[in-house]
């Protein structure tokens, strides 16, 4: 059985490179709309092993998918040392060989984080951010039946008293390969996480995509569907799978394909609500979609630029009600590993983060590039900005939430946005790829395949105040990486299931925090 027992920090005595240590204030500045945004150093590090487990014997595992800080228990002390509660969202549990019947769920840490400011390449700090497990919570549906990470089925669905149609997932034996009564579970890939002050939590994902309100022990009290423009239909109706078939132990999957593989309208497999956020009196809730629904951006990552965010007044969390939708352009990058032809490439957003100014935090990123990944070197991948002060708000303009392509508000072949419509103003920020920064915490983007090389993908902000006692404008934004529970030392089904990933690798849970001062009020 993995380590139950997780020890925090790890130090690495490796120096990557002879990058040469700037210590001008501010890596990097932006402006956006009048509001300025300074990215002044990486102020931390940490990780979470990749052979522990949570509380029901489960791979701690895919902690970035989301995360969420406590605003009240974030608490400096006389050291210059913070302590705080981090909650984390894991997705579908370990799904690199096929899906499985992991009940999704969240983790609660206490976390100790003690700046290092005068950290540099040539003396690096050893990691700085402690991780201290605390408790999981498991989601369950409105009639407590266990969720599931497997994927929908391509047609139906679960009906309950006083919710929409809910996506279904019907699984033979114990859905995890081996006997048992079978049966039918809500299935969620979550992706997006808040923490409201009742200690119920808002849940977006991806298969739906939908959007789910559980109780503070994780039963579903609320269930939001999306616009028809989003929802997922192939051959006419709606179909909640993402073509992501169940882990089969003879490797056969023939039977659990879907046709087609990709809906014909709304959301794309696996680009659901990737991102969820909600103000910061509780009463608005925000989310943006991946990257660009099927009639809006095709099938290719150079035509998915214009995404969906959409807004809903949660005042009253048990009926949410749908009160804004606008058109997010995600910014472009050279793949260099691609033809010309396949160049520029939209980068997928992966989280995002609302401010008290109006504005977002956007994280966005390339793919397939990182630890585990044959590309070592990733070329975007960014927490960004974005306004829709002066976007058009599609959904009071009318016509572009039905189910068909006469909605759409981009050309599906050439990606170009429809006349009209006014997006989201979009504007660079802070880059994680730094290695000037990176060294100073003995991790590194690009080189060597070793385990100071940043992870794949990274999925999740969080914000707390530098002074919380007095803010004055500058933050600590913690960022968690989503391993995909790889590992050599795995166990899922309640510790029932061993597993070593055919990979062969074993990749950490890796945390940044990011030290930024953002203006006060807009000039």
Not at 158 to 184: H, Q, V
Request: proline fraction near 6%.
């Amino acid at each position: 059985m993995a380590a139950r027992i997780f020890v925090a920090a790890t130090f690495f005595s490796r120096v990557w490179g002879a990058a040469i240590e700037p210590r001008a204030i501010g890596v990097n500045s932006t402006s956006c709309n009048g509001v300025n945004y300074v990215y002044n150093e990486l102020a931390g590090y940490g990780l979470v092993t990749s052979n522990v487990v949570d509380k029901f014997g489960d791979t701690l595992g895919g902690l970035g998918s989301s995360l969420h800080l406590d605003q009240g228990a974030w608490k400096k002390h006389c050291n210059g040392s913070y302590t705080g509660v981090l909650w984390s969202l894991p997705d579908r549990g370990w799904n690199t060989e096929g899906t499985l019947n992991y009940n999704p769920r969240v983790h609660k840490f206490a976390v100790l984080f003690t700046p290092q400011p005068h950290a540099t390449v040539q003396k690096p700090s050893a990691p700085n951010l402690q991780f201290y497990y605390l408790d999981s919570i498991k989601f369950s549906g409105p009639d407590g039946t266990p969720c599931t990470g497997l994927d929908g089925d391509a047609t139906g669905h679960l009906s309950y008293p006083g919710f929409p149609e809910l996506p279904i997932a019907t699984y033979e034996g114990d859905g995890f390969g081996s006997e048992g009564d079978g049966g039918k579970r809500i299935p969620i890939d979550p992706e997006g996480l808040y923490v409201n002050k009742d200690g119920t939590f808002w849940i977006s994902d991806e298969y739906g995509p939908y959007i789910y309100l559980f109780s503070r022990r994780g039963k579903m009290l609320t269930a939001i569907r999306p616009p028809d423009s989003i929802l997922p239909k192939r051959n006419g109706t709606v179909s909640f799978s993402a073509d992501a078939p169940p882990r089969q132990l003879d490797g056969n999957t023939e039977d659990d394909d879907v046709t087609p593989e990709h809906p014909d309208t709304g959301r794309e497999n696996n680009h659901g609500f990737e991102g969820l956020t909600v103000s910061a009196d509780g009463k608005s809730l925000y989310v943006l979609l991946q990257a660009a629904t099927v009639q809006d951006g095709g099938l290719e990552k150079q035509t998915q630029r214009y995404t969906r965010f959409l807004k809903y007044n949660v005042r009253n969390k048990r009926e949410p009600v749908f009160a804004g939708e606008w058109v997010v352009p995600l910014p472009l990058y050279k793949d260099p590993t691609a033809k010309p032809s396949k160049n520029p490439k939209a980068a997928a957003q992966s989280e995002i983060l609302a401010l008290e100014n109006g504005q977002f935090f956007v994280l966005s990123r390339d793919s397939d590039a990182g630890n585990g990944q044959e590309v070592t070197e990733s070329v975007y991948r960014q927490m960004d900005v974005f306004d829709i002060s002066g976007a058009t708000d599609i959904k009071a303009a009318g016509s572009y939430d039905c189910a068909d392509a006469s909605c759409a508000i981009a050309d599906a072949d050439t990606g170009s946005l429809k006349e009209g419509i006014t997006a989201a103003t979009y504007c660079s920020f802070l880059d994680y790829n730094v290695n000037a920064q990176l060294g100073r915490f003995n991790v590194h983007n690009g080189g060597n395949t070793d385990s100071g090389l940043l992870n794949e993908k990274w999925e999740s902000l969080g914000m707390v105040p530098v002074n919380p006692k007095r803010p004055n404008g500058e933050y600590f934004v913690f960022s968690l990486s989503d391993n995909d529970f790889i590992t050599q030392n795995g166990y899922m089904n309640g510790g029932k299931l061993p597993y070593a990933d055919e990979s062969g690798f074993s990749l950490d849970n890796q945390a940044l925090v990011f030290k930024i001062t953002i203006s006060k009020s807009r000039s």
